[in-house]
């Protein structure tokens, strides 16, 4: 089966497995930068069981400041490439900007994981135009600020009535439901409080009849529950994730590929009983 059907079959949970070539993001910020490392990472994601590789090179994390578009170009598109030219993987690019999106499809990407959900100039009809999958993530403000004062009155109803939304004009296009996933997005302009009411609520999100990807991945939230450091952050990660599928999560995007899929083997045989 080809990559492309095999990564969107999503009746079986999916890992994406994280690899920024950024020099600042909060976990692995500054060591994939080099092309060799980035590709022999993203080779070991792949053997330890990712059906997909999130290329990224512009952090997103809280107070990261936004690249420009040929930085971010230069950083992700030679790994694009490589990845395309040697693994059975599918890719997705994690861009907001439509010039990233555009060139990267052309390189071998095939999903378009946007932490904007297409808000941004030309974003949509870049995506619509280009004809692959994405994934439409909620966030409250930017980056640089997202976490100052996070505030909502009914977080899960207001994420779910935005996800909602911005699905809608992929759907009149045309676009299949089951390429427009959609995603919480824990971390993005939410307290503890507001990530772990969403947590505790996703089926609300899995009840849209969309694929629902969940990154949660080292994240602060597990550093505040646990006093952990970003990279000791492993079992509250996993724990997380097979509770985040217990709800009917469809794709978990993760830096630790092995015991994530380790989980999902555990999880899944009890589902299936043998
Ligand atoms: C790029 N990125 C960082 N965190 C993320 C998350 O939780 N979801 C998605 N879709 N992308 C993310």
């Given at each position: 089966m080809p990559a492309m059907s095999a990564g969107l079959d999503w009746?079986?949970?999916?890992?994406?497995?994280?690899?920024?070539?950024?020099?600042?993001?909060?976990?692995?910020?500054?060591?994939?930068?080099?092309?060799?490392?980035?590709?022999?990472?993203a080779d070991a994601m792949t053997t330890a069981g990712a059906t997909l590789i999130d290329v990224g090179g512009e952090s997103t994390r809280p107070g990261a400041e936004p690249v420009p578009v040929q930085q971010e170009l230069d950083r992700v598109?030679?790994?694009?490439?490589?990845i395309a030219a040697r693994l059975p993987v599918m890719i997705s690019i994690d861009t907001s900007k439509a010039a990233v999106m555009r060139a990267a499809i052309q390189a071998g990407a095939s999903l378009i994981n946007?932490?904007?959900?297409?808000?941004?100039?030309?974003?949509?009809?870049?995506?619509?135009?280009?004809?692959?999958?994405?994934?439409?993530?909620?966030?409250?403000?930017?980056?640089?600020?997202?976490?100052?004062?996070?505030?909502?009155?009914?977080?899960?109803?207001?994420?779910?009535?935005?996800?909602?939304?911005?699905?809608?004009?992929?759907?009149?296009a045309g676009m299949p439901p089951h390429q427009i996933l959609l995603d919480?997005?824990?971390?993005?302009?939410k307290t503890l409080a507001h990530n772990l009411t969403l947590l505790r609520e996703?089926?609300?999100?899995?009840?849209?009849?969309?694929?629902?990807?969940?990154?949660?991945s080292r994240k602060s939230m597990l550093g505040t529950i646990t006093g952990r450091t970003t990279t000791d952050r492993v079992a509250a990660s996993v724990v997380a994730a097979v509770l985040a599928l217990q709800q009917g999560a469809n794709i978990l995007r993760v830096h630790d590929v092995g015991p994530t899929a380790d989980a999902i083997k555990v999880w899944s045989a009890i589902q299936q009983g043998s």
């Open positions: 009746s079986e949970p999916r890992i994406m497995g994280i690899l920024n070539v950024t020099p600042d993001s909060f976990s692995d910020g500054g060591h994939y930068t080099d092309l060799t490392a980035a590709l022999r990472h598109i030679p790994v694009i490439e490589a946007d932490v904007n959900a297409l808000q941004g100039e030309q974003a949509q009809e870049t995506a619509l135009a280009l004809g692959v999958p994405v994934c439409l993530m909620h966030k409250q403000g930017e980056p640089a600020n997202m976490q100052h004062q996070p505030h909502y009155t009914d977080v899960v109803q207001e994420v779910r009535t935005f996800l909602h939304t911005r699905a809608q004009p992929l759907l009149a919480p997005g824990i971390g993005f302009g996703l089926s609300t999100f899995t009840q849209l009849g969309h694929p629902v990807l969940i990154g949660i």
